[in-house]
């Protein structure tokens, strides 16, 4: 009998333990072997409590139950993201970013007219807020489930949970299932010119050969990054945030279903309402302030001053490698790069990772014929986010801080962000666009124009922008919606 290919995974963090779950599901197990190599002296990072809609396929392609996982991982729902304080002057300067869902389809149609309407100068409602159901299921605390008893609406929703807590139970259920899990600090990597891993030999004197490496060793890239050299590229010419800072919070008696993305001084700080805690921290650019500065001005935003609670410190890396798969070795999670968690994108992107290196190298007959395309597509999906956040910054009109100003000044962009920006400021049409760059699989056109009158980025100013009303049809279909909706905090007790 022919010997099983090896598939080795390096880094027990969140990547790690989604890459090993995934390949030990799709691979078929007569073909090859998973194991999985962790340090019990190198710790996880520890954060990253926001999720995109994605996760929702992970767990239902591993036959997991939503209610099974999110209670082990103390999970809450996420209906979508709330930026507060990203415009100033405003009367008001808060938006809601849903995940659009088919429920919407009707209200969302006359969003997107209104405010291409309004591009042409006309007098009508662009807030966002009053077109999406989830906007509104967030503020009334419900969330994103009918209550029982009415007939289902589809809704597109994510969720918050405890990073830790889901690596180990994503980790329970991969070694359940067979993935072998070895335990060990690698001391030496056995690299070939051409260019391939061989082998990884831990400090314990082990040495692990492989026929596949999977680098989720974090920010240390140590395969990828340390040991192909792999070039990266850093995306510090637009998304200047480098650190963060995290403090946690007693959670409020009825958390809402929605992230919080507060811009502050110098970057902006998140809040996500966990079951049993809500998770804090200010993304921010070193260039601007101090940690310590970053620290104290978290502190006042969350009333913490004289708290002695911890907080904890970050340095981040941002950007990505050239090529995710180079050789025999697929770089997974921070190894591969990572761009700040403004829209909760990380997870979504190992899992796209691994997925579609799944179909590349089956479809390839386990060879890298398909391993050129695969990196291109990987690449553009990463590209594509990070345009989408760089965004954020460009369209906001803070010119408070310096911080601020550098940003709302900045005008280096992709190409792709510069002409839809373009297409936008000369009145065009902004979905075409999407659609002839082919970018919605990336942000719909929802998503953009949600940015983008969530931030009143309108080139005509009209004399108050408070002076249209929202359309009553839709408010009252919208509300009578909400109704049917159950509390989010009866369903994060069951
Ligand atoms: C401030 C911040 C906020 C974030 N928020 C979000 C969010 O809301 N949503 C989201 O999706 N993502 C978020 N992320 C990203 C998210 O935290 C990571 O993508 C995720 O935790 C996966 O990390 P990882 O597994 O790649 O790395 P890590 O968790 O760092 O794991 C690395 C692993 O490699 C192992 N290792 C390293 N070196 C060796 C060695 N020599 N030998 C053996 N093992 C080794 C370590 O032991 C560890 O197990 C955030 C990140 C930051 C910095």
Redesign the pocket.
Known sequence: MQAKLKLLV?????????TAALLNHHMDKQLFSVCL????????????????PQLRTFFATLGIEEITWMKACNATYKNGIRFNQWTKGFSKNSYFHPFPSPTDRQTAGEFLVNCHQRQQGQTLHCDPDSYFLTAQLSEAGKGPLVAPGNPPLPLNYAYHFD?HLL?QFIRDLAVTRGVEHIQ????KVECEPNPAIHA?Q?EDGQRLKADYFFD?????S?LSQTHLQTPFIAFDDNLFNNA?V?IPTPVATAPLAQ?QATALDCGWA?H?PLRNRAGN?Y?YSRDFCSADEAETELRTHLGLLDSEVQAKH?Q?KVGRVAQTWVGNCVA?????G?I??LE???????QETIEQFISAFTAGNYTAEHRTQYNQIINARIDGIRDYIVCHYQVSNRVDTEYWRANTSNTTRSASLEQLLHVWRQGGDLTAEINRQNIAQYYPAISWYCLLAGYHHFSKALSSETATQPNEAISAHIARLVGVFSDHSTLITN
């Open positions: 390096l880094g027990g963090g969140t990547a790690g333990w989604m190599v962790e340090s019990p002296d190198i710790g996880i990072i520890g954060v990253g409590e926001g999720s995109t990073s690596g060990g600090t690698v001391a990884i831990l989720c060793s974090g920010f240390r140590l963060a995290a992230t998140w996500i921290g993304v970050l981040m997974v999670g921070l190894s591969q990572f700040e968690p909760a994108t990380a997870l979504h992107i190992v």
